[in-house]
């Protein structure tokens, strides 16, 4: 515990001197390696350690992408896993076996606060799980606004409209989608980001997914491959697609070298850390379908934070989850990296003067029927090659259709592994 935030914990709360006798007991806490979440991971153990000096809390970092999930899995199976966890919510979350890895959390007292759209997705056999860390958000297209004005370019509601506008920057010499597959994950967003559009066009295709009665490789679930696929051959994206890494992708919307970034805008919060004095001239909206009136977004619950079974610090590590879980917890984060979208804790607020990308994503939030629930959050199933795969639709290496069917025997083994009806 460093004395200046111990003496400033004292201030606070009034403990006096007794406590400097007291033992710390060290807590660790494991996230993905972004810069979002190391800078929200910092100020929430700063501002907790500041107000707890009996506790110390340290990182561990995890790999981005497929490696960082096979190590989480690996580590909670062998009984390694710190004793916090901040990890997916929704299909990945289930895919962890959690009322065996996590500590239920259904009966703290938080948890009347925590929206029940968030308690939904880390609920397992009626057991509340985790907490959201971080906001609500979507996934969609992140755009240079400056771009767009120079070129009088309108925001898209249609795919057609997409793809007029994809043509005038093309014409004008200005990649017109960025692409990043040196970072694969970042290419799964023309097909997640599709779903809103799926499911107005299949109401109940999560729920025949699940059954296995619907497939990605037949119609209408297919045109999430399709678009991607229609992107690559008329030659809009950026020449290094297949080098260039998520950090570039957000370098090049920020400064206009690119004009749409197919991304969730909660990465907002790594350009304002960034580029701050280029964050406003980045806004957002939804991937567009076949129809304006139709207009909305695919949305993403926050991610969790977990306690592990195997901690051996029970009621410290439920200290930190409840910090998190509280209106101090959500104020932390926004002076970490800012209102990147809507909290899902009772009583917590983002400011008035949010980035473009915030105050163009929350009208979808606002608007009855604006927005669906990505289908990790509909469905357990989700294969763990879409990233690769979809890598390969978007160069061009493998058809739409290809792609799909490949896709449709990837999540095959995984709904086999969680032995689910129809499979």
Not at 182 to 195: I, K
Not at 265 to 290: E, K, M, Q, R
Not at 333 to 343: D, L, N, R, S
Request: a negative charge; proline letters at 6%.
């Amino acid at each position: 515990m460093h004395l200046r935030a111990a003496v400033l914990a004292t201030a606070l709360t009034g403990l006096g001197t007794g406590w400097a006798s007291a033992q710390t007991v060290n807590l660790t806490l494991s996230h993905f390696n972004n810069p979002n979440e190391v800078a929200t991971a910092n100020k929430l153990i700063e501002v907790f350690e500041a107000a707890n000096p009996d506790i110390n809390i340290d990182v561990e970092l995890i790999p981005t992408g497929g490696d960082g999930d096979n190590l989480v899995k690996t580590r909670l199976s062998t009984g390694d896993m710190t004793d916090l966890l901040w990890y997916n919510a929704g299909s990945l979350f289930h895919a962890l076996n959690p009322k065996e890895r996590f500590v239920d959390l259904t009966d703290e007292l938080y948890q009347a606060a925590i929206l029940d759209s968030f308690k939904s997705v880390v609920t397992e056999e009626g057991r509340v799980y985790g907490v959201p860390i971080g906001t609500a958000f979507g996934g969609g297209v992140l755009y240079n606004r400056k771009v767009f004005e120079k070129l009088g370019l309108a925001v898209p509601k249609t795919w057609a409209e997409f793809m007029a506008n994809n043509e005038k920057l093309k014409a004008a010499g200005i990649p017109a989608v960025i692409q990043t597959f040196g970072t694969p994950w970042t290419a799964q967003l023309f097909m997640l980001g599709d779903y809103y559009n799926l499911q107005a066009a299949e109401p109940a295709f999560a729920e025949r997914y699940t059954a296995n009665q619907a497939k990605y490789s037949t119609a209408p679930a297919l045109k999430g491959f399709e678009r991607q696929e229609e992107v690559f051959k008329g030659g809009y994206l950026n020449e290094d697609f297949a080098s260039a890494i998520f950090e570039d992708g957000l370098r090049m919307v920020a400064e206009g070298q690119g004009a749409q970034y197919p991304m969730l805008s909660i990465t907002v919060g790594t350009i304002a850390t960034t580029y701050p004095d280029l964050v406003n001239d980045v806004g957002f909206f939804a991937l567009p379908g076949d129809d304006a009136s139709k207009n909305g977004l695919t949305t993403w619950m926050p991610n969790g934070l977990y306690i592990t079974s195997t901690t051996p610090h029970l009621a410290e590590a439920k200290r930190f989850v409840a910090f998190v879980a509280s209106t101090a917890g959500c104020d932390a984060q926004t002076a970490a990296i800012g209102a990147t979208g809507p909290y899902l804790v009772k009583g917590c607020s983002i400011p008035a003067d949010v980035p473009p990308v915030v105050s163009e994503l929350l009208p979808y939030f606002e608007t009855d029927g604006a927005t669906a629930p990505a289908l990790e959050f509909l469905s357990p199933v989700k294969g763990p090659n879409l990233p690769q795969i979809t890598v390969e639709v978007g160069s061009g290496i493998r058809s739409a259709a290809d792609g799909a069917a490949l896709y449709d025997e990837d999540v095959k083994k995984q709904a086999q592994q969680l032995a689910l009806p129809g499979w």
